[in-house]
């Protein structure tokens, strides 16, 4: 146990240095020095906007907030407010046998105390637009999230699959809940809804689905940024324009794996999108997903509210810790799954991937790490080098982890590992 906490700071080690390198080289704390980063108004003001300055009684809401989960006192959705509601996998508690599912919760307002087209101009700099561009209009809608004041203390109830009433937590000081909740039975491989319950004018992605499960069989865990969408998440300007301006583009043939991995497991097998993107891409990267790959589960982070810089840094800082924890996660709600994990050398696929398989030995049965040339993507080439594939592998069987530039090359890999 000693050795493999070791093995883990090592390889945790390297991935960062290579992480603090790569922002280095391409200049990453320049262009976040000069993006906008909206200021919270009176958050008074937000939790209650009919309170009056002066007294402790108006001051109750916003150290409650504080509490988090274990807010005595929260507040209602509004018609002015923004609620999301994030897809999500229901499994079988290894402890209960009982169908259960974490579901997240995110409120806010549906204005901002940043001056938008500020921000839109701001970001329209960096990346070179001219004036009369019509991308304008397009950064403007994308960077909205970033922007939008958060709503600390905020409670969403919901209805699930029509008749099962959710209460969820109070959300926490950046406005997001999350709760695991018992469900009634659905078969496996069905799809639920889930409906928040907000007053008529409320905003947002205020429906999800839930995807059940069977405990046992095939999953996927996969990255998302290089590895099925093209980013360039070595290049500070690279990630501003295809997340603000550019259509997103899946990456070559990666679709088509996507859907014969699916063809060979079965309708129950769930997908992981685990992706070191801010929560603030939620709606951008469903509507991707649901483009061009499977239906399932995107796990995203939540350090980035009111924070264009914040997209930049989550994507190249602590990527490694953070995909471990989820995977993590994942384990203890399937432990009796085979995982397949895909991934790409640009971050710390390749160093999570080894530490969740020693973590957890026999419950990840194939690891693909696509291996990436463009030099925008990539950023220095070290990440290529064979020695970091064979150092964040150390003790995974050679037949388990592969490294590949063309996704035709995977067929057979997985075909070879389902029937087996």
């Keep these: ?51 009056k300055s002066g007294g402790l009684g ?20 509004t018609k002015k407010d923004c609620v999301w509601l994030l897809d999500n996998i229901a499994y079988k508690s290894p402890s209960t046998g009982e169908w259960e599912a974490e579901f997240v919760a995110c409120a806010f307002s549906q204005e901002s105390s940043c001056d938008v087209l500020e921000a839109v101009t701001k970001v329209a700099n960096k990346i ?63 799809v639920v809804p889930t409906t928040a319950e907000v007053p008529k004018g409320t905003t947002g992605e205020v429906q999800m689905k839930t995807f059940f499960a069977e405990p046992e069989g095939w999953a996927v865990i996969s990255d998302i940024d290089d590895t099925i969408k093209i980013t360039q998440t070595s290049d500070p300007i690279g990630i501003l324009r295809t997340t603000f301006t ?29 992706s070191a993107s801010p929560y603030n891409l939620y709606p951008f990267l469903r509507n991707f997903r649901d483009q061009h790959y499977p239906h399932g589960q995107l796990i995203l982070r939540d350090a980035s509210w009111m924070s264009v810089p914040g997209l930049l840094s989550n994507l190249t800082l602590g990527t490694q810790e953070y995909k471990v924890s989820r995977m993590q996660k994942i384990h203890e709600w399937l432990p009796s799954r085979k995982m397949i994990l895909i991934g790409d050398s640009t971050q710390s696929d390749p160093e999570s991937y080894g530490d969740i398989y020693r973590e957890f030995p026999g419950w990840v049965k194939i690891i693909l790490i696509r291996k990436v040339t463009d030099i925008a993507a990539i950023g220095i080439e070290s990440k290529n080098e064979p020695k970091r594939f064979e150092k964040a592998f150390k003790d995974v069987p050679k037949g388990v982890w592969h490294v590949f530039e063309d996704p035709a090359e995977c067929n057979k890999i997985i075909q070879d590992a389902v029937s087996k």
């Design 1 to 51: 146990m000693v050795q493999q906490v070791a093995r883990s700071a090592t390889h945790r080690s390297q991935a960062d240095d290579m992480q603090h390198r790569t922002r280095k080289e391409r200049k990453f704390l320049d262009t976040e020095a000069h993006l906008p980063k909206a200021t919270q108004r009176n958050i008074l003001q937000v939790l209650n906007p009919m309170a």
């Design 58 to 77: 108006n001051k109750i809401p916003d150290i409650l907030s504080y509490f988090g989960s274990r807010n005595p006192l929260p507040l209602s959705i």
């Design 128 to 190: 070179d637009l001219k004036d009369d561009d019509p991308a304008f209009d397009t950064i403007g809608e994308r960077i909205q999230p970033f922007l939008q004041d958060i709503l600390p203390g905020r409670q969403v109830r919901a209805l699930h699959g029509g008749s099962t009433k959710l209460v969820f937590s109070p959300g926490g000081r950046n406005g997001i809940s999350s709760d695991v909740r018992r469900l009634p039975h659905s078969p496996a491989g069905m």
């Design 246 to 274: 550019e259509a997103p583009t899946p990456t070559k043939g990666l679709p088509e794996l996507y859907a014969f991995i699916q063809t060979l497991i079965t309708n129950t097998s769930p997908f992981f999108y685990l």
